[in-house]
């Protein structure tokens, strides 16, 4: 995302600091569910707001962008069970107790096209061990995307490393799950444009465990 600079921008967010997440110690609760790539926050925000008694974490790494979402939520009187991380989603071990966390949302991450930009991708395999470690026993990973090739290649990932994909579709907007979607701001814009959004749930499966591996980054073996 090609953010403008927000004027002020680190000012404006110290002055939401109250709900921001600054060092390992200021999360005082395991959220329900983290949004990686939060964007400006439509997402995270309908979340929490249908989903009051839940707690959620935001993480986005452009302070531009992430100012945006954190000032909606400090304006709103009804919203408070939000904290935001602005920093990098490959620093959530830093804040997360391994096995604790129910779902992580990943919606229209940045596709990394070039292969030599792989590692970027947020469904490479580095990221999914880091899931794998957050996520309790038959915890999921919801993505979508607007990029098919991303698609596929997610598709691949989430396989070759012991999640059980469900729930695949390749037309969220004609399918059965659009009752229950929530729109985020980029795939507003590609149904305006016509173009077929993809989804699936990569799910933990509780029988298998990743281990570290000289020969590939991280391999998934079978639990003894
Ligand atoms: C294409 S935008 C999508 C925004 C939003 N999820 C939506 O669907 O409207 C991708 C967002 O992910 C953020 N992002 C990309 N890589 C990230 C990372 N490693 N950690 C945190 N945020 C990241 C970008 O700054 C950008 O705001």
Not at 80 to 96: P, Q, S, T
Not at 105 to 110: G, Q, T
Not at 118 to 145: A, C, H, P
Request: proline residues 5%; aromatic residues 12%.
């Amino acid at each position: 995302m090609r953010a403008r600079n927000k004027k002020n921008c680190f000012k404006r967010l110290a002055a939401c600091k109250d709900i921001l997440i600054q060092s390992p110690d200021e999360l005082d609760f395991i959220p329900d569910g983290i949004e990686l790539g939060c964007g400006k926050g439509a997402f995270v925000i309908e979340l929490a707001r249908r989903n009051p008694d839940k707690k959620y974490l935001a993480v986005e790494h452009n302070p531009n962008v992430a100012v945006v979402a954190v000032e909606k939520v400090m304006a709103s009187k009804y919203i408070n069970n939000i904290r935001f991380f602005v920093g990098g989603a490959e620093r959530l071990n830093d804040y997360i107790k391994p096995q604790s966390i129910r779902r992580i949302y990943i919606n229209h991450p940045d596709p990394w096209p070039r292969r030599s930009k792989e590692k970027r991708r947020l469904t490479y395999q580095s990221y999914l061990y880091m899931y794998w470690n957050l996520l309790r026993d038959e915890g999921e990973v919801i993505f979508k995307t607007d990029n098919r090739p991303l698609f596929d290649y997610s598709i691949s990932s989430f396989r070759d490393n012991g999640f059980l994909l469900k729930n695949i579709t390749y037309d969220l907007v004609n399918s059965e799950y659009m009752e229950d979607d929530i729109v985020t701001e980029y795939q507003a814009e590609y149904i305006s444009k016509g173009q077929p959004i993809y989804m699936l749930t990569a799910q933990k499966q509780s029988d298998f465990v990743f281990s570290e591996s000289t020969d590939r980054d991280f391999v998934t073996i079978p639990k003894n």
